[in-house]
């Protein structure tokens, strides 16, 4: 689990001990049962506080207020616990990237994919990477329309992977791996692509920058290398906006 997620998780986790360790001696010496609605509210109200007195952002906060209230109402509904493992490990076959890295799901969309299609063919044949390639939402019409190019997936979320998988199926000019894309060795790479997010894209550009061999070129969708002006910034014609940062090496 990633250093934001366990802060996030501590600070529910102490305003659930603050108020827990209030409420249960008071109502175990008065003899009563506790009263759940109002702890559970008390609880999203302590750790609204806490969120705000350590500048989390808005949706932390709201996160926060709302998590145990909700605990409480879905406590009432009296669902098989059985349903909540199942969602949880469908989450994490699907969202594993978000809990590890801060990098969730969200797909490339037609426009992002012509502007790559009309970028690689101005290169000419390319070896093209996808560093965390979810679905293959590039590497799949990319190879459909460049087929002298040659496209490489990496996902380490299980289910998107394996939709990837099937999806690349009958593609010679794909290869689709699961592995982590802290391991993908992008000196193989003409061209590097990566939709992420703010999280891992300082530390992404400085393995960019001792891998990838001169000639070749970085692209992130959306979220720019802190501090380093891009060479090109091709402006995607879609809602919400979707800037491709071309960084040459
Ligand atoms: C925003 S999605 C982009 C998907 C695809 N590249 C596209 O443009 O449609 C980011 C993907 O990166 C994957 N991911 C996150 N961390 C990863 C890691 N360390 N190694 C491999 N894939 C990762 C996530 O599972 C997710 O599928």
Redesign the pocket.
């Known amino acids: 689990m990633s250093a934001p997620a366990i802060r996030q998780l501590a600070l529910q986790g102490a305003a659930a001990i603050l108020v827990l360790s209030l409420a249960w001696p008071y109502y175990g010496l008065n003899a009563e049962a506790m009263p759940w609605l109002e702890t559970s509210l008390a609880i999203g109200a302590v750790a609204l506080i806490l969120a705000v007195l350590s500048r989390q952002p808005w949706w932390w906060r709201v996160i926060h207020a709302g998590f145990m209230p909700l605990v409480w109402f879905t406590h009432r509904l009296a669902i098989d616990p059985g349903w909540f493992l199942f969602a949880a490990i469908l989450l994490l076959l699907?969202?594993?990237?978000?809990l590890?890295?801060q990098?969730?799901?969200?797909?490339?969309n037609k426009q992002?994919v012509a502007a790559l299609a009309d970028l690689l063919a101005e290169r000419g044949p390319s070896r093209f990477l996808?560093?965390?390639?979810?679905?293959?939402?590039?590497t799949v019409p990319l190879a459909d329309r460049l087929p002298d190019s040659q496209f490489t997936?990496?996902?380490?979320?299980p289910l998107?992977w394996l939709v990837g998988l099937l999806l690349s199926v009958g593609r010679p000019n794909i290869r689709w791996r699961w592995?982590?894309?802290?391991q993908a060795e992008l000196a193989d790479y003409d061209v590097v692509?990566?939709?992420?997010?703010p999280a891992?894209m300082a530390e992404l550009w400085e393995k960019a920058k001792a891998e990838m061999p001169p000639g070749s070129l970085f692209i992130s969708?959306s979220f720019p290398v802190p501090g380093i002006a891009p060479a090109r910034v091709i402006e995607v014609d879609c809602q919400p906006p979707r800037p491709l940062y071309c960084y040459p090496l």
């Open positions: 699907v969202y594993r990237g978000a590890s890295g990098v969730p799901l969200y797909l490339s992002t996808d560093l965390g390639a979810g679905i293959g939402s590039t997936g990496v996902e380490n979320a998107t592995d982590d894309l802290w692509y990566a939709f992420l997010s891992p969708n």
